[in-house]
């Protein structure tokens, strides 16, 4: 029977007739044929010195003169050409030529039709279209039972037919198929890494009741980046071994990773071990769905036609997939997923020269720790079995998460208030050290151990303390807990006549022994270093208390260093005291003159005694899991306190795509967000009209904005009876420009008197105000944490829409107007090429004119509007000053080294920054903040090989933790470099802004309206671009949020968030326009219309229609 039969009615099974494998030599008449049939735009021929030659592009792309199939294929990746002619004939002759070992034809029973029984599933629909095309004209009303399986269908449809069991055994994969099908259609970040293979009914011979399962053999849903459909690999012809035993399909897909320069354990992990993770995680932890056929039977790795790897694992085993599952069957779940794992492992290992296997099972393991943390707690408790990934199976409580943030929340109000009075005391975070900053877990066991030996009542010893794992928990050396171990752990039942009293005074002692040297191992609580930045950050003080002497303090201060801990004041006991510890400890924190706002401590009297002094205090209990505590588990504190076992934090709120609503970089958790490297694959592709549509609904709601403004302020001054009383005019002026969507900070800060100042005169000579903006250098893109590419974006129009909004606002209420200078200062700071200062403000001139101010805006590099406002000889004489003073401050600042201790080199600089009498105070004095910002805007250089956003990632995930034992050489001399690019770029920006001072710059337009668009004062108009954001146009990726609403956030944080690009005709394919959330897009579905001639049928993501028609800008 024909594979590709004229007769599109005609069956023909699958099976037989695979296509020439990717290792057989090519012909030119086969490889066209292929190139013809799936759309490329290409061909093979044949150069003069024998070698083939893929032609269509360019001179073409040499093949070689023995070229495989597999050649031709790298080639197609190379050049970004797939399939676009969907044939299953071809996909499934493709997936049969990488069967390992093809077995004989299966024997096929041909069923008459009226004799067969059709079970369906919801989809009754495409369960009897799937049937229809297992039967034609050339076999009759006939339905075939093979003994195994095989492989029937038509060329739009494969359909693999499966012997079963049982009716039973169906509909339990029926149920299943579902049940996925439903979650991995409505979850989009689930769709990036699974596909399925629906199974939509089974067929029953009613005459001998024996039953074949029917199963759509294409992934679904469709991958949007290849319209000529992919297939499924399974393991075993994935792993096969060729005649060096290395896996010969796994060799030829990793090569054709397009980014040849990316590392190829990177990309091994990344669309092989990964997607595996992500899928049994999300599936678990957001679904309570169990997938546990992931293993050689039940899963394979999605390809394209050209062999490529998508990044999607493809479910084919729908019956072990099990909902709401039991601990139990995780646990069994778990050891299939994690045998696929080392079998891929071993089989990448044996592709790598050498003996590389350590070095892949480290990094399959560091992925699987980086999947399993942050899971939701009931997932935690499923994986808690005794299963492989039991120690990775990581949450954070939400009581705890919420507890440490409310704390933040406190920090943070006490610093507002310090702002308006600058004598309140600074709010302070007290936290102890022992057993709950420090935990002394080794020399726990190491005292249990040596307590062990025989005893009185246990005269053959107390074994279970000579191996103290085993105990559900463990002693501490606090009294009030040592009843709770003897009761918890079951040893009191046990050892009834053991004097626990006498032996609690031998764990002391062991415990006590050679402090000096045992201290040392003592482990920093889990977070502690990342909480105590984040108070710090939020402008608290971290107080580290704890009970041991002063002759203790070096060895405590240099644990906490090492483990990246950031300085913090750290009280200790005098070597001599006769008072109670906790009053000591309260006292000395009395003395430092803070405000404490919470108190951390495992012991109830301490916390009460610091609440004694603070009565707001919030006190915090902690409790470290496995060690006995100081109350009844079922008890709550004394204190009514809330209980945390770790400092740790969720990095993003769950629930769904949402904005971070953070100002700087150093508030996210980065080396705890997800890459999600692959929303690549699923970005929206817009048409001119498609970009058009979405300016216009933000215009337009911005227009019907103004409008409203207008209204509002003409009716409430009058200006409809007297339209040219000065007075009023300049009131409903003054009204317009506070209003909540363009103001930031209080509308104190710019008072009538202000505006007069600024713009009566040109108000009474009838002109336009002149409005002066400053900023929009470039994109913030050189680590990719915060864009993508140099060019302005969503972000950037949103502002111009804005600008317009105020401008017609105004125009409401003084029909002259506004006009806006915009200074742009991409080269004014820090040295940039021309090149791209120059395509960015290119780029926002054409928003300018996109949104209709063109007329009304200008559009100049600050430099040169100053050259022409300040006399010609400005360029040089400024450039002589910017020199002197960089060398005075790096004169100033030689014995400052920013890569020892960073943080404490910062203090120290701003201790000094104090005294500086040679530049201006206001800017000198901004040294230390600005330098912290600059740090997460410098260039950072990245390894041969390495990808610049993980890269970025692992040298911020603690950026000023230069000696971070946790990290690698690489990384840490990586963070040095960052550091000293940002030390070396502060002082050329410090010497800039005193210059701009001298020659008066913010002087240069005698009359008009300043924005300010950060650290607004007295005086000055506070603005905001896209309200409700704290970060600027520039400093981030423009972005729909879940509501429409543009915005603006760092990129790692929306692709954290689940957030995909969308890319427009604008910017081109480079460097996406916006970014919006996964769960607004959707799959472009195939048309039944036929495409006019000469036009590209539409194909992949597209934005939902209604979420397009919503953007627009937010109101505060």
């Known amino acids: ?8 009615a005609q069956d023909w099974p699958v099976d037989g007739l695979p296509a020439p494998g990717p290792w057989r030599l090519l012909t030119v008449a086969e490889a066209n044929d292929l190139l013809t049939a799936g759309g490329y735009g290409l061909w093979v021929e044949q150069a003069r010195d024998g070698d083939l030659l893929l032609a269509g592009v360019g001179t073409g792309i040499p093949l070689g003169a023995e070229a495989t199939w597999a050649d031709l294929y790298r080639a197609l990746v190379r050049l970004r050409r797939t399939r676009s002619v969907f044939d299953a004939a071809w996909l499934n002759r493709l997936t049969g030529s990488l069967t390992p070992e093809r077995t004989a034809q299966p024997r096929v029973t041909e069923v008459p039709a009226e004799r067969v029984d059709l079970v369906c599933g919801a989809d009754r629909e495409l369960a009897h279209r799937v049937l229809a095309s297992l039967r034609g004209p050339g076999t009759g009303p006939k339905v075939p039972f093979p003994e195994a399986g095989v492989t029937v269908g038509r060329r739009e449809r494969a359909v693999r037919v499966q012997a079963i069991d049982s009716r039973d055994q169906a509909l339990r994969a029926l149920r299943g198929w579902e049940r996925l099908a439903s979650v991995v259609a409505g979850d989009p970040e689930l769709r990036m890494h699974c596909a399925t293979q629906p199974v939509p009914g089974a067929v029953v011979d009613t005459g001998t009741g024996t039953t074949a399962l029917l199963r759509v053999i294409d992934p679904a849903p469709a991958h949007p980046r290849h319209p000529g459909g992919t297939i499924a690999a399974d393991l075993d012809a994935l792993l096969h071994p060729d005649s060096d035993g290395a896996p010969k399909l796994l060799r030829v897909v990793l090569d054709n990773r397009f980014a040849r320069r990316e590392d190829e354990l990177d990309h091994f992990l990344e669309h092989f071990v990964r997607p595996l993770l992500r899928v049994f995680r999300l599936a678990l932890d957001t679904h309570g769905l169990g997938l546990f056929a992931l293993d050689e039977t039940g899963f394979a790795v999605e390809l394209s036609p050209e062999l490529q790897a998508t990044g999607r694992i493809v479910v084919t085993d729908h019956e072990r997939i099990t909902a709401e599952p039991s601990r139990a069957e995780v646990t069994t779940g778990v050891r299939a997923l994690v045998s696929t794992l080392e079998r891929l492992g071993e089989g990448f290992a044996s592709l790598r020269a050498g003996d590389r296997g350590r070095e892949v099972r480290d990094a399959v393991r560091r992925v699987i720790g980086e999947e399993l943390r942050y899971l939701a707690p009931h997932t935690a408790e499923l994986l808690s079995g005794e299963q492989p990934l039991q120690s990775y199976a990581h949450t954070v409580p939400e009581g705890q998460d919420s507890v440490l943030k409310s704390v933040l929340d406190r920090v943070q109000q006490g610093t507002r208030e310090r702002r308006w009075n600058p004598d309140a005391p600074r709010p302070a975070v007290v936290i102890d050290v022992d057993l ?14 040596a307590i062990s030996g025989p005893r009185p009542g246990a005269p053959g010893g107390i074994l279970e303390l000579a191996g103290p794992a085993t105990l559900p928990v463990l002693p501490t050396h606090l009294p009030e807990s040592w009843e709770n171990f003897v009761r918890c752990s079951g040893l009191g039942e046990r050892y009834p006549a053991v004097d626990w009293d006498g032996l609690r005074g031998d764990f002391l002692r062991a415990f006590q022994s050679r402090p000096r040297e045992r201290l040392r191992t003592d482990s920093v609580n889990a977070g502690l270093a990342r909480f105590v930045w984040d108070v710090q950050d939020a402008g608290g003080q971290v107080v580290l208390c704890t009970a041991r002497k002063e002759r203790f303090r070096g060895i405590t201060a240099e644990l906490l260093a090492e483990a990246g801990v950031p300085d913090a004041t750290l009280l200790v006991v005098p070597s001599e005291v006769s008072r109670p510890i906790a009053e000591v400890k309260a006292e000395r924190i009395r003395a430092l003159g803070v405000d404490v706002v919470a108190v951390f401590d495992d012991e109830g009297e301490s916390r ?26 079922d008890a709550p504190a004394a204190d009514d306190a809330a209980v945390i076992a770790t400092f740790e934090t ?5 629930g769904g795509p949402k904005l971070s609503n953070t100002h700087s970089l150093e508030e996210l958790q980065i080396g705890a967000m997800r890459r999600n490297r692959l929303a690549g694959r699923w970005a929206v592709h817009l048409t001119e009209g498609e970009t058009q549509s979405i300016v216009d609904s933000i215009v337009a709601d911005t227009d019907r904005a103004a409008q409203r403004t207008g209204r509002g302020a003409i009716a409430k001054f009058g200006l409809d009876e007297e339209p040219d009383d000065v007075e009023r005019v300049l009131a409903a002026l003054h009204h317009v420009l506070t209003r909540k969507q363009f103001i930031k900070g209080s509308r104190a800060n710019y008072r009538l008197a202000d505006l007069k100042r600024d713009a009566e005169t040109p108000v009474r000579a009838g002109e336009p105000i002149d409005v002066v903006l400053l900023g929009f250098p470039v994109k913030q893109c050189l680590n990719r944490l915060k864009a993508s590419g140099p060019l302005p974006d969503l972000a950037e129009l949103g502002a111009m829409a804005r600008l317009r909004e105020m401008q017609r606002a105004v125009a409401a209420v003084y029909p002259p107007g506004l006009h806006f200078n915009i200074l742009t200062d991409g ?3 820090r040295s940039r090429p021309a090149a791209i200062a120059d395509a960015y403000q290119r ?13 009304r805006t200008t559009v100049a590099d600050i430099d040169e509007v100053a050259e022409q406002r300040l006399g010609p000889g400005l360029p040089a004489e400024r450039a002589r000053r910017i020199a002197n003073y960089r060398k005075l401050l790096s004169d100033r600042l030689r014995d400052f080294d920013i890569t020892d201790n960073p943080l404490r080199t910062l203090e120290a600089v701003h201790d000094w920054s104090m005294s500086e009498t040679e530049f201006a105070p206001h800017v000198i004095g901004l040294l230390r903040e600005i330098l912290m910002s600059l740090v997460y805007s410098v260039p950072v250089t990245v390894p041969a090989g390495t990808d610049r956003l993980e890269w970025s990632a692992a040298l911020y995930a603690d950026i000023y933790n230069v000696s971070d034992p946790s990290a690698s050489a690489e990384v840490r001399q990586g963070r040095r470099a960052v550091l000293r690019r940002a030390w070396h770029t502060v002082i050329r920006y410090m010497a800039t802004m005193q210059v701009d001072e001298e020659f008066g710059y913010e002087r240069m337009f005698p009359n008009r309206v300043r924005l300010t668009l950060s650290a607004v004062r007295q005086g000055c108009l506070g603005f905001t671009y896209l309200g409700g954001s704290g970060l600027l146009p520039w400093q981030g990726t423009g972005v729909l949020d879940p509501r429409g609403h543009v915005a603006i956030d760092f990129a790692i944080s929306l692709l954290d968030q689940g957030f995909v690009p969308v890319y427009s005709p604008l910017l081109g394919p480079r460097q996406p326009w916006a970014m919006v959330p996964a769960d607004r897009t959707q799959l472009i579905e195939p048309s039944n219309v036929p495409t006019p001639r000469g036009v590209s049928p539409r194909e992949g993501v597209r934005l939902e229609p209604d979420f397009a028609e919503r953007a627009r800008l937010r109101r505060k």
């Open 1 to 8: 029977m024909p594979l590709l039969a004229e007769d599109s």
């Open 436 to 449: 709950c900053g420090l935990i002394p877990l080794q020399r726990i066991t190491d005292a249990a151990r």
């Open 608 to 633: 009460a005694a610091v609440r004694a002094e603070f009565g707001d205090a919030l006190p915090v209990a902690v409790e470290i899991p496995g060690l006995a505590a100081q109350r009844r588990p």
């Open 650 to 654: 969720r990095p993003s709120a769950p």
């Open 827 to 829: 080269r004014h700071f």
């Open 843 to 855: 780029k926002l001139r054409e928003y300018v004119d996109l949104v209709g101010i063109g007329d």
